[in-house]
């Protein structure tokens, strides 16, 4: 087994070769910013049912919202709680300064925080939508809001009094077809290189782009401590935390592409 820093180096290697690069992210990329992942090692409900004795994908389904929406609303406050004070960390900055360094760079996000935009990516693809942006099904009442302190939990539509919903995908629920066709559309066009950073990979359209790497004979980088449902795919996977993995390949990356110049890290 090749060493972590060999696989820093390697990675640096196919990064100055690289024009496209497309990040695949999960709630491990924001855990160095101090929010819990869900799953995985240390993971906020793992293997763990809620206070309410159901699963969390139970207090997360699409149902469980038009059923008995304050229970959805009670967990969608704890997690926003949770990530109120907190803001985007060395793993996001490294892949919007990424986005300005190459040709083409997507991101595909499973988190619903924002932080990759905050961090100043602009090419994202947020699957599950965005705690932070609220509406109503029933008349179509949007709202942008920093956090939940400035709504009612359970909010209500100031329109027609309909219970709103935030701008995310519950378990069940459909991923929104717009969504789908933007990245249909890039991973049409494909990439040099494709990262997996902090996420378990459990869901198909996740290790999609992974399969469709390894068909196309391109590198594929896995960064997450735990091991996943892809890790043993993967050309190159590096057991460390998003935001530690991200400085030590930036570093190396400017290494190698000015051997005399002295890096530092941060967006530029």
């Known amino acids: 087994m090749k060493s972590i820093d060999e ?14 690069i497309l990040f695949i992210t999960g709630a491990g990329v924001s855990a160095d910013s101090g929010l819990p992942t869900y799953r995985g090692t240390g993971g906020l409900y793992n293997g763990k049912e809620t206070v309410d004795g159901i699963p969390i994908e139970t207090a997360f389904a699409g149902e469980t919202l038009r ?39 997507w991101v595909l996000t499973q988190n619903i925080d924002g932080f990759h935009h905050a961090a100043g990516s602009k090419n994202v693809i947020e699957i599950h939508g965005n705690i932070h942006r609220i509406f109503c099904e029933a008349c179509g009442w949007r709202r942008q809001i920093k956090d939940f302190t400035q709504i009612a939990i359970p909010p209500y539509c100031p329109k027609c009094n309909s219970i709103a919903r935030p701008n995310v995908v519950f378990f069940g629920e459909m991923l929104p077809q717009e969504v789908l066709d933007t990245l249909g559309r890039e991973l049409k066009k494909g990439f040099d290189v494709y990262f997996l950073i902090g996420t378990t990979s459990v869901f198909p359209y996740i290790q999609q782009p992974i399969l469709m790497a390894r068909e196309l004979g391109r590198p594929t980088v896995e960064i997450n401590p735990s091991e996943t449902e892809i890790s043993h795919i993967v050309d190159i996977r590096i057991p460390l935390r998003a935001a530690e993995a991200a400085e030590l390949i930036r570093k190396k990356y400017l290494d190698i592409l000015h051997p005399n110049q002295k890096s530092t890290f941060g967006v530029s």
Request: proline share 2%.
């Open 7 to 20: 696989n820093i180096e390697k990675v640096a290697g196919i990064l100055k070769e690289c024009k496209s």
């Open 67 to 105: 059923i008995h929406p304050e229970i959805t609303w009670k967990y969608l406050f704890q997690i926003e709680k949770g990530c109120r004070n907190a803001k985007f960390n060395k793993a996001h900055e490294f892949i919007a300064w990424a986005e300005q360094q190459f040709e083409r760079v």
